[in-house]
């Protein structure tokens, strides 16, 4: 197809659009790992195995919520300040050890287990004690300062599901539940290579032509701290059987094959004939931009997901194609990223027909509102644009342009931790 325009969409033949390439893949990809038991200090970022559910309430009993006092509610005078006798002392970690007696005062201490019977804790600020007795204030609500059993966590409840990605509260969690090891889902491996007779090892020499190979440390980044465990499969040449035969090997040790580049139709593009040597291919276009050569397929036991050479499609196509289909083979709940509804700052002409993403950054408007400018350079290859931007505005398929003023969707890049 003759290209007239600056465009390289300007070519013929069906593509996916992204939520039915995104529907096809949740049918036909689901869970791949094992699970393993891990100690709570190697928990963090892991994906659970199976639901927690809580074996008791916590906290266990009713304790105080401040230092001060415990009393009966319905022994303090109801029109000025009481004054009882201070009978017994319990801090956290002890026990009365006996039903409280009415008309008693109890010292106790943030923590501690309620004298049972007791309802109303005075914080000791409130209070005057000359040790034998103390005089409280008038005042108070029934049931104050005291935190109830089962508050926190009710026993028989699921305080994690499974799928969940570990959080440190999550870890603070299942400590509180007793629990020293979690059963969570073993590392998604992941092999990761580029292709490109262009490409050039960092600190290599770089001839006239080459260019260093930036997007297997992006994918690599970007697997690991999605919690995957990653081969780093190097640079691989514009060479089909080479292709195919890295491809098949590294499908015999790895769940998930993901590569850069050579995923277009040019006659030194090798990689989709290479998949489907050895498997086969799902699809291989989807109307994006940037990124639209993306392919999706299996080589052998593995799944494959062929990512564009333009660096910068490279991480869009990641996060919102890739992600989401490592994800599901890691066993992980869907943790879609959420768009914020901001306020376009620019004006930006697009092709109905395909789901396109700019790069951009947030600000105040001067009504306090956000708004989203788009960053000024926007080629596939511009990587310091995605360094400057804080996220990418999504705009939808049909929307045919954007005017300053238009409500457009944000992503900021923190929604894909
Ligand atoms: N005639 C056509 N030409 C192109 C089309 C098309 O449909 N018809 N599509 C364009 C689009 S869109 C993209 S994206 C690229 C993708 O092509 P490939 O996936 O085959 O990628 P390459 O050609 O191998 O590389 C493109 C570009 O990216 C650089 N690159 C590649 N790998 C890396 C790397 N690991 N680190 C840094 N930079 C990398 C490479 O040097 C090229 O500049 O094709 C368009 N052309
Ligand atoms: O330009 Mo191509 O959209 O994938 O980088």
Known sequence: MVQLDNDCFAFGGPMMAVEPALALLAGRVGPVTATEIVPLSDALGRVLAADLVAPFNVPPHDNAAVDGYAVFFDDLSADGASVLPVTARVAAGQWLGRPAVRGEAVRIFTGAPMPPGMDTVFMQEDCRSDGATVTLPAGIRRGVNRRLAGEDVREGSVVLAAGRRLRPEDIA????LGHAVLEVRCRLRVAVFSTGDELRQPS??????????????ALIALLTRLGCAVTDLGILPDRFETIRDALAEAAASHDALITSGGMSTGEEDHVKPAVEANGRLDFWRLAIKPGRP?????????????LPGNPVAVVVTFLRIARPILLRLMGAADEAPRA????????HKKKPGRREFLRGSLARGEDGALVASKYPRDGAGVLSSLVESEGLIELPEDLAGVEPGMTVDFLPFKEFL
Request: proline share 5%.
């Open 173 to 176: 969690l299942a400590a509180s």
């Open 204 to 217: 290599q020499v770089l001839e006239p032509g080459a260019v260093y190979d930036a997007n297997r440390f």
């Open 294 to 306: 993306v392919a999706l397929g299996r080589v052998r036991g593995a799944v494959f997901v062929g």
């Open 340 to 347: 914020i509804p901001v306020r376009a700052a620019f004006a």
